[in-house]
């Protein structure tokens, strides 16, 4: 049984950086896609970032880009998305998604993974 789970969410002052983390289980998704997404409250969940197959190629939302980091450990099937320079707009639950034969045009369509946890909270304050 495949199981995501994500940590390091929490509280944090606009300006602020929070490192989430998100640990896979029951198979290995080193040549698989993980990514973040993410939904503020009355919004719809959107897309924050990817880490793209045995290379890694890594895409961004615009609203993230140069701010948010994602990496990955494969020894330890975990994905880690580096959150620096944080606004109250980036409040949230961050989910962590992962699937395995994603194409490139589907990377931030939720629809297209197969594995999600279950959500940590991210609040940033003014």
């Known amino acids: 049984q495949v199981q995501l789970v994500e940590s390091g969410g929490g509280l944090v002052q606009a300006g602020g950086s929070l490192r989430l983390s998100c640990e896979a289980s029951?198979?290995?998704?080193?040549?698989?896609?993980m990514g973040w997404f993410r939904q503020a409250p009355g919004k719809e969940r959107e897309f924050v970032a990817v880490i793209h197959r045995n290379e890694g190629r890594t895409y961004y939302a615009d609203s993230v880009k140069g701010r948010f980091t994602i990496s990955r450990d494969k020894a330890k099937n975990t994905a880690y998305l580096q959150m620096n320079s944080l606004k109250p707009e980036d409040t949230a639950v961050y989910f962590c998604?992962?699937?395995?034969?994603?194409?490139?045009?589907?990377?931030?369509?939720?629809?297209?993974?197969?594995?999600w946890g279950q959500g940590t909270q991210v609040t940033v304050s003014s």
């Open positions: 029951g198979r290995s998704f080193s040549s698989g896609t």
């Open positions: 998604a992962a699937g395995t034969g994603l194409i490139l045009s589907s990377l931030g369509n939720g629809g297209a993974y197969n594995y």
